[in-house]
């Protein structure tokens, strides 16, 4: 059998290693990893780590959301189901719901989101307090990385 070879001009495949892109220390309990990002797209790809207790701000997404659980355990407050270690979640757009990590965790919770507009952060009266997207996921993590020693990651689109 002979041997295939690459064509010129056919796109390549991204790696990234774990180490091009640390964890970051976002504060209350959270830490973030920015893997990609497609701003023109509207696109994020990012990992995060709760600690036990965590609460996000409940919010509304404005494209659709995939979820993969690496590890420990964590819901929405307007759901019954939990997600764990192996557990899938799809969020369609406009979805609202304020992810909570259960007290008794016994260790950090991981999760791989592909996240694509942006989540409208919400007060009680629905009104938006903030807007997260792919230009400021990025920002802030390119921003807390350097100011922490780490350089600039590595991130895929950055």
Known sequence: MEAMTIVEGIPQAIHRGAEECPYVDVGDGVELKV????????????????????????????????????????????YPEVNRAGSY????????????VPDDNTEPTEVWFAITGANLNLDADDNVESVFDAGFMLEVYLGVAEANGLGRPNVIGA
């Open 35 to 78: 893997v990609q990002v497609d701003i023109d797209h509207g696109l994020w790809v990012i990992q995060n780590r709760f600690q036990p207790g965590v609460r996000v701000p409940r919010h509304k997404h404005t494209g659709e959301v995939y979820a993969f659980t690496l590890s420990g355990a964590w819901k929405y407050a307007e």
């Open 89 to 100: 979640l799809y969020e369609p757009a406009g979805s609202i719901h304020t992810l909570i």
